[in-house]
């Protein structure tokens, strides 16, 4: 018997309320702060992902879903939203629009990963950029935008984790430090960042590999090799925010793991103690267009992941939107009345009433449907309706019922 890939998940019925409860948060929030929803294929050239995300990556590296097409054109299932989004600013002309241009998205994603709870091979996503504008109150209303959207959707207790890996020109001083720092330690270290020490040494910091771990305390901090500017921003970036009350901690740890960072970096966690897992994060991407082919361009903003976010939802015991009532059931006994049936069914479908057709059982078995349906009422038509032009409409929930002419029964129901 078949079932769904690892690392994927059907959405049944009854966990439908909690993805639209967040989908319609997630639309509020956009909204609310003056973003545009955009759509991007499901697959890109795979080259958008290995220039931009990161030759050494992980996503590039192990992660990427990528395959020839029958035109021997390799692509990519997209494994992350904002070199996709990028790409659609450079293509259809939006830097001749009002910057910065401010753009969301909620899509599937895709990673060859180890699954695990909250985290899919298939997952989804929503995200938003701001592309065009490098003050830094556009880092400011991101990351308000970012927790506030978590917020909506009923998350409690959120705890924003920042850093600044500056300018790329502050790049080499940093990296050389790091570099110096970890030599005496480079045998014990993991495969992977024995590569990357002398590939990417940034990617260093972003190692979860347990025999990494007791060497990140003590390295290095981004923030103590700025420029000028790129410390400016940042000062700023925190004023603003004190200003604001907004809370947060410093991490010097983060570099996120996608290569297009510069300056601002950021990720959201659920508050309670020991959580491991970001909700959310983003950072800013100033250097991101320029690689794409386009003019030097500042961008920044976020992704959070919908199955966590539901995960910590069930978690916190968050009251979502309840299922909505069922549709209309029609029951009936005999042939006659089965056509007739047929056609109020239909009927009611042009007037904009949800209704189905019961089984074609006993009345008692038709019945138990219409509950199994969560009918709020039923409509009866057996030999007496048929006889006197009528329709029996009973409420499922007190068993009160009427009969009503047939041509008047849309009138009579009661909005589901």
Not at 47 to 61: A, P, R, S, Y
Not at 219 to 244: F, T, V, Y
Request: hydrophobic share 40%; aromatic share 8%; with cysteine.
């Amino acid at each position: 018997m078949y079932q769904a890939p690892r690392g994927t998940a059907d959405t049944l019925p009854h966990q439908q309320p909690y993805w639209s409860h967040v989908s319609s948060k997630v639309e509020q929030a956009m909204r609310l702060y003056g973003y545009e929803r955009i759509d991007t294929p499901i697959f890109e050239s795979a080259g958008l992902f290995l220039h931009t995300v990161g030759e050494e990556t992980d996503i590039v590296q192990k992660e990427t879903y990528t395959f020839l097409d029958r035109g021997e054109q390799e692509l990519s299932l997209r494994p992350e939203g904002t070199a996709a989004v990028c790409r659609a600013y450079l293509e259809h002309g939006m830097h001749n629009k009002p910057q910065p241009v401010r753009l969301y998205y909620f899509s599937p994603m895709f990673r060859y990963d180890r699954p695990q709870a909250g985290r899919y091979r298939q997952f989804h996503q929503f995200g938003a950029e701001a592309i065009g504008d490098a003050d830094v109150v556009v880092d400011v209303e991101v990351i308000q935008l970012a927790l506030a959207t978590l917020q909506a959707t009923g998350l409690g207790q959120l705890a924003l984790v920042l850093n600044t890996i500056g300018d790329p020109a502050d790049r080499p001083a940093y990296l050389a430090a790091l570099q110096a720092y970890y030599a005496p330690h480079l045998k014990q270290l993991c495969a992977d960042c024995q590569r990357r020490y002398h590939r990417n040494p940034l990617r260093l910091l972003d190692c979860k590999q347990a025999s990494c771990q007791p060497f990140l305390p003590d390295a290095p901090h981004s923030a103590d090799h700025l420029g000028p500017a790129a410390r400016e921003h940042w000062e700023s970036l925190l004023g603003h925010l004190d200003d604001l009350q907004v809370p947060y901690q410093l991490d010097h740890r983060l570099v996120r793991g996608l290569d297009y960072y510069t300056r601002t970096v950021f990720e959201v966690f659920p508050g309670q103690t020991g959580a491991q897992s970001a909700l959310c994060a983003g950072g800013r991407y100033d250097g991101l267009i320029q690689q794409l082919g386009g003019r030097p361009t500042p961008g920044i903003g976020f992704a959070a992941g919908v199955e966590r976010i539901i995960l910590n939802l069930q978690d916190q015991g968050a009251i979502v939107p309840t299922l909505q009532a069922g549709p209309v059931v029609v029951v009936y006994h005999g042939n006659k009345a089965k056509s007739e049936a047929l056609g109020l069914a239909a009927q009611l479908r042009q007037q904009g009433v949800s209704a189905v057709l019961a089984p074609e059982k006993s009345l008692k078995a038709q019945m138990r449907y219409a509950s199994s349906m969560r009918a709020p009422q039923v409509l009866i038509i057996g030999e007496q309706e048929l006889a006197k032009g009528v329709v029996t409409v009973r409420q499922m929930d007190t068993g009160a019922q009427q009969e009503v002419l047939a041509a008047h029964v849309a009138g009579q129901l009661r909005p589901s």
